[in-house]
T-cell receptor, first 112, second 115 residues
């Protein structure tokens, strides 16, 4: 059974720092992996989607990597800003079904 | 595009009452998903549709829950009768596989409180 874990559950860093969020999954047979952010009281916003054949995806200051063999993905945020404060979730699609397996999220606080 | 639109934003009801949540997906999207989020269980997929047809409803907790998608621009999630343990945030999301891969677009959610 696929399980997705995000550590740490919370992270607080000063503005301007580069940081890495971690996502691990137990079964390497995945179809794709997505990173989302969720602001308080709002829905989720898809940030990056990595297909199983890809190693990384980039969007602006964000870079997501995928290592299926080790069951790990990282979300790298460069030059963090207070506006990056949110909860970041990763989700794995195990196969042909659209049932995503979700991590519990990392709550990120960027201090001005 | 206005994005995925959900209504109401907040719903407070008493146990035993019928609750109907509504969703308008992004125009042209062919997949629609209903999720529930709680602190204890995180995000749970309840049901999803492809081209208005329910594909997988294995996440629907029990017969009290039902979902319909009568056309490409509207879906409802109904709970009858509601119970306090149904209190959660319910999200609707849509996607267009060919145009945007499987990138999911979420609505702002409906905060449901059953007293």
């Amino acid at each position: 059974k696929q399980e997705v874990t995000q550590i740490p559950a919370a992270l607080s860093v000063p503005e301007g720092e580069n940081l890495v969020l971690n996502c691990s999954f137990t079964d390497s047979a995945i179809y794709n992996l997505q990173w989302f952010r969720q602001d308080p009281g709002k829905g989720l916003t898809s940030l990056l989607l990595i297909q199983s054949s890809q190693r990384e995806q980039t969007s602006g200051r964000l870079n997501a990597s995928l290592d299926k063999s080790s069951g790990r993905s990282t979300l790298y945020i460069a030059a963090s800003q207070p506006g990056d404060s949110a909860t970041y979730l990763c989700a794995v699609r195990p196969g042909s079904n659209y049932q995503l397996i979700w991590g519990a999220g990392t709550k990120l606080i960027i201090k001005p | 595009d206005a994005g995925v639109i959900q209504s109401p934003r907040h719903e407070v009801t008493e146990m035993g009452q019928e609750v109907t949540l509504r969703c308008k997906p992004i125009s042209g999207h062919d997949y629609l998903f209903w999720y529930r989020q709680t602190m204890m269980r995180g995000l749970e997929l309840l049901i999803y549709f492809n081209n208005n047809v329910p594909i997988d409803d294995s996440g629907m907790p029990e017969d009290r829950f039902s979902a319909k998608m009568p056309n490409a621009s509207f879906s409802t999630l109904k709970i009858q009768p509601s119970e306090p343990r149904d209190s959660a945030v319910y999200f609707c999301a849509s996607s267009h596989y060919r145009a945007q891969g499987e990138k999911l677009f979420f609505g702002s959610g409906t905060q449901l409180s059953v007293l």
